[in-house]
C-alpha cells in the first residue's frame, strides 16, 4: 500500500495540505478531486518527492520513504506525469520513453524492451521517431503517461491526464489506464477536473478541500455528498477551470 499519514505543508500562511491521510492499493485506481487551490498537486508533490511535508509521513509498503528523493522513490516503484506535458521537446517519442526508463535505473536492453511495450500499448509506434515537441496534444498527454510507466512503477500518480482532451480522447484514456492497472497491476492516483471521466475511472475517490480531506469514497456515494456537492460538485464546480491554478 502507497499512503500518507497527517501530511502538512504550509507555504507562508498558506496551509495547502493540512493533515492529509491518503491510501491506494495496488492494483486500485483512486481519484483524488477538488477545487483550484484544494492541494492535490501539492500532495502528490509530497508523495513523489519534490515537495518536502513540514509534518506527517508517506510510506511505500513497509517503507517510510519520507526523506528519500525522487529518484529513490523512482527506482523503488513510483512513477508520476506533472499538471502540463513536461516532455524532453528535442528528443524523439522513442526516446522520452526510454530515457524515462533509464533514469529510474533499468538496464539498456531492460529500458528497451519495456519502451516497445509501452509505444505499443499507447500507440505512440507510428510517431516513434518524431520529435515529441511536434506530437498534437492528446498524442502529447498518451506520451506522458507512456513515459510515467517507464519507470516499470507499483504505483503512478497522474496530474491531469485528460486536461485539454475532447471526449473521444479522454475515453480512450480511460481504457488505456484501466487496460494498465490490470496488466502492470498498477495502482493509480488520478488527478482530474473532469468529473465524469474520474466517476467513470475510479473505484474510490479522495476529495481535498482548502488542504483537508472532506470526504472519502466510492463515486456513487462521493456524488451524492452534500459537503461535495457544495464545495465542488455543485454549481461552484462547474466554474471550475482545469490546471488553472498551475
Ligand atoms: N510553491 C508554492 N508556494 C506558495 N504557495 C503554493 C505553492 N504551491 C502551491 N501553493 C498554494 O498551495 C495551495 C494548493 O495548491 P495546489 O497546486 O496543490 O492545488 P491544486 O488542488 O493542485 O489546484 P489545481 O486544481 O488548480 O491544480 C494553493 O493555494 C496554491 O496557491
Ligand atoms: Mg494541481
Redesign the pocket.
Not at 477538488?34 to 500532495?43: D, S
Not at 471550475?240 to 498551475?246: D, N
Given at each position: 500500500m502507497l499512503r500518507t499519514d497527517d501530511v502538512r505543508?504550509h507555504?507562508?500562511g498558506?496551509r495547502?495540505?493540512d493533515g492529509v491521510s491518503l491510501s491506494v492499493d495496488r492494483g486500485e485506481i483512486l481519484g483524488l478531486i477538488?477545487?483550484?487551490?484544494?492541494?492535490?498537486?501539492?500532495?502528490v508533490?509530497v508523495i513523489s518527492g519534490i515537495?518536502p511535508p513540514d509534518s506527517g509521513t508517506v510510506r511505500l509498503g513497509e517503507d517510510d520513504i519520507t526523506a528519500w528523493a525522487p529518484p529513490r522513490r523512482a527506482r523503488a516503484g513510483l512513477g508520476r506525469t506533472f499538471?502540463g506535458a513536461r516532455l524532453f521537446d528535442r528528443l524523439s517519442v522513442e526516446e522520452n520513453v526510454e530515457a524515462a526508463a533509464v533514469s529510474a535505473g533499468l538496464r539498456r536492453r531492460a529500458a528497451r524492451a519495456r519502451t516497445d511495450e509501452l509505444l505499443a500499448i499507447f500507440r505512440l509506434e507510428d510517431v516513434a521517431h518524431r520529435d515529441a515537441s511536434t506530437l498534437p496534444h492528446g498524442t502529447a498527454r498518451r506520451l506522458g503517461v507512456a513515459r510515467a510507466l517507464a519507470v516499470a512503477p507499483i504505483y503512478v500518480l497522474l496530474?491531469?491526464p485528460a486536461a485539454g482532451l475532447d471526449e473521444e480522447e479522454s475515453r480512450e484514456l480511460v481504457a488505456l489506464l484501466r487496460d494498465i492497472r490490470d496488466r502492470y497491476e498498477v495502482g493509480l492516483v488520478v488527478?482530474e477536473?473532469d468529473v465524469p471521466l474520474i466517476m467513470a475511472l475510479c473505484e474510490r475517490i479522495h476529495v481535498?478541500h482548502h488542504?483537508e480531506t472532506l470526504a472519502v469514497g466510492a463515486p456513487a456515494a462521493i456524488a451524492k455528498d452534500p459537503q461535495v456537492i457544495d464545495a465542488y460538485l455543485g454549481e461552484a464546480g462547474h466554474q471550475?477551470?482545469?490546471?488553472?491554478?498551475?
Open positions: 505543508v507555504f507562508e498558506v495547502a495540505i477538488g477545487p483550484n487551490g484544494a492541494g492535490k498537486t501539492t500532495l508533490n515537495q499538471q496530474d491531469e488527478i477536473h481535498l488542504g471550475e477551470v482545469p490546471g488553472a491554478g498551475g
